[in-house]
């Protein structure tokens, strides 16, 4: 086992730099907050999945770390983000003394979390998919939304997110089923327009509780979507 800990990565100088920079990078063409606050979220969600269902610390651990890291590849490109981050994240892990056999299934989890190439390849690539995806808030939009203001798709991807006043995940009570519940303000954003937008990453996240042996569900606004 590496001594290469979720809070050594959370303090490292160099982590720090490439996440700060990733979303300063998005900051710049427009797109949601990718920030500490998006990571540290993922990593929460990631470690909470994998540690309820039971499996080994370790492997919550690498989920954590997986998640903490899985935005890096922004710093480059929006584009093929997840297997620059996956790249980026092999040198770091590398350099820092991790054995291989945890580097491998890390940048693989990273490597596969944009819905354009996603697959749950293993448990952890399973929990970060679940938790990026289901990051859905308020806090994440940076431009103040005007009204009328509905051009292009990363204005309505931002007014989705502005209109989701509360989000959680969590698992049904028999431990069968994740859930992610949302709260819409309909003023603001239909539930359509939801789907319209998150469509894909819903039916990514659904794939990556298959391979966790769950379903999963999305509650809007109280009503069971899927």
């Known amino acids: 086992m590496s001594n290469i800990t979720y809070k050594y990565i959370k303090s490292n100088k160099d982590v720090q730099t490439y996440i700060s920079m ?92 944009d ?11 399973a929990a970060l998919i679940i938790a990026d995806k289901t990051d859905v808030r308020r806090s994440r939009v940076r431009k103040p939304l005007v009204e009328d203001d509905a051009v292009g798709v990363q204005r309505t991807h931002d007014r989705v997110n502005y209109a989701c006043v509360e989000s959680r995940v969590y698992f049904s009570e028999d431990k069968s089923a994740l859930v992610l519940e949302v709260t819409i303000d309909e003023n603001i954003s239909s539930i359509m327009e939801y789907f319209e937008i998150f469509m894909e990453r819903m039916k990514l996240c659904r794939n990556a509780a298959k391979t966790l042996k769950l379903e999963f569900h999305l509650v809007i606004n109280n009503k069971k979507i899927v």
């Open 22 to 113: 990733a979303d300063a990078s998005l900051s710049s063409i427009g797109y949601t907050e990718h920030s500490n606050a998006h990571v540290e979220k993922a990593a929460q969600t990631a470690y909470m999945i994998l540690s309820t269902l039971g499996y080994p610390e370790r492997e919550c651990e690498l989920a954590q770390i997986a998640a903490y890291m899985h935005d890096i590849g922004n710093v480059i490109n929006r584009i093929d983000h997840a297997q620059s981050g996956a790249i980026m994240a092999f040198r770091l892990l590398s350099n820092l003394g991790m054995p291989a056999e945890e580097i491998a299934i890390i940048v693989s989890a990273i490597g596969n979390h």
């Open 115 to 125: 819905e354009s190439t996603a697959y749950p390849v293993n448990p952890i690539a």
